[in-house]
């Protein structure tokens, strides 16, 4: 027990960006985001450098991962599969300046291979997962306050999925429209059907688009249909 309490005040610091890294990624269901930094923290030497850099890959994991679940879109604000490819890539660059020559260029390369490359395996399984999986609630869910969510049957086909709610409460069309506006949504032309159209993009590389196609049914009654494009 000395010799794990001694391990503990001389490392203390790696721990640091690893729980900075939970914090940020685990309650939003986006517990890879942990794995750069903890390769980074392992490989790290000094405690000065491995702060600093655990602050800058927490820092961009928090840009990757917040501005999402906040409900806000826009071509600055990284898509969900962006996180597990384009993160481990930003974060082995920011990592490779700062690696600690006295561990030998053989090894440093060897955990930022690990780190890009476990991204790379993580995004193919999310890609070919989604390719027969229904969106997930891409700022149309949880519902606006007031309005109750009765989730549909949805639709698969072409390799393509649509989810499918009906909203029900006071001025239910009004609230919904305003509620999309306010996640980022933009309006679109209407379809042949006379359903109303919004759709919103974002992604840093490649463009991810989510539109929502929304039926009145009554003054109090609204069905969505959203779908990744």
Known sequence: ?????????????RFVPVGAAAVVCVPTSS???????????????????????????????????LPRELGFGGPWVPSYVELFWLYPVLAALVCLPAVPRDRGIGSAVLVLTTMVATGLLATAVVLLGQLESKPGDEGVLPAPAGLKATEGLGHCGSGNCSREVTLKGDRAPDVLRAHLESRGFTPRPALDSGDERVCRADGLVFTHEVCAESRTLTSTEVRVVWYVN
């Open 1 to 13: 027990m000395p010799i794990l309490g001694d391990a503990v005040r001389t490392h203390w610091w």
């Open 31 to 65: 517990p890879f985001g942990l794995v750069p930094v903890v390769l980074w923290c392992a490989l790290a030497r000094t405690r000065r450098t491995g702060l600093v850099v655990g602050a800058v890959l927490v820092a961009l994991l928090a840009w990757f991962v």
